[in-house]
């Protein structure tokens, strides 16, 4: 009898702690992509860098503010040389101008308001200078902030972008 009580004890441990549904991650309240059109380019070249931020949560999105910055790697490059030239935000009527480029803010250039579910993207223009240095990587990393209407917030990164390669032409 006491067999098939220890029996019995350790089916019913098994039962409760082994079949227990495995717990699942919830995706965060909003996340941030990088993807580039052309992995490579040359001195004088453009390469288009898009930005999607997209709204997990059930409330929308009210505010971004992002930056965005060169990597580590890119910075000890100084031969490379670069500039945004040009920023638009994909709408459902075709694609219209940002509200700035550069460094600082880039969260007013998405449009917020972001409704639960949804997306935005942002493509910036990255301009590689004729007489830039090549054979070298051009990459970027982001930090994030956004406000929802139920009075939360959150904030992620880095995210980095794939990395542009600046080939000798």
């Keep these: 009898m006491r067999r098939f ?9 098994l039962a409760v702690f082994g079949l ?7 995706p965060a ?21 898009s930005m999607t931020i997209t709204n997990n949560k059930t ?7 992002q930056t965005i910055d060169p990597t580590w ?9 670069y ?6 935000l994909a709408t459902a009527a075709g694609s219209t101008p940002c509200s700035g480029t550069g460094p600082a803010n880039l969260g007013g250039n998405y449009g917020a308001t972001i409704p639960p ?6 493509t910036l223009t990255l301009h590689i200078a004729a007489d830039s240095g090549c054979n070298g990587d051009i990459g970027f990393y982001s930090y994030y902030y956004t406000e929802f209407s ?15 390669r600046v080939l000798c032409a």
Excluded: M
């Design 150 to 164: 139920d009075s939360t917030n959150t904030s992620g990164g880095p995210v980095y972008t794939p990395e542009t």
């Design 59 to 65: 409330y929308d999105i009210w505010f971004v503010h």
């Design 73 to 81: 790697l890119t910075t000890q490059r100084p031969d490379l040389k």
């Design 20 to 26: 227990a549904p495995a717990a699942s991650a919830d």
């Design 117 to 122: 579910g949804q997306s935005r993207t942002v």
């Design 5 to 13: 009580g220890l029996t019995a004890v350790l089916a019913f441990v």
């Design 29 to 49: 309240p909003a996340t941030l992509t990088f993807a580039t059109d052309s992995s490579t380019t040359t001195p004088g070249g453009t390469v288009n860098l």
């Design 83 to 88: 500039s945004f030239t040009g920023c638009t």
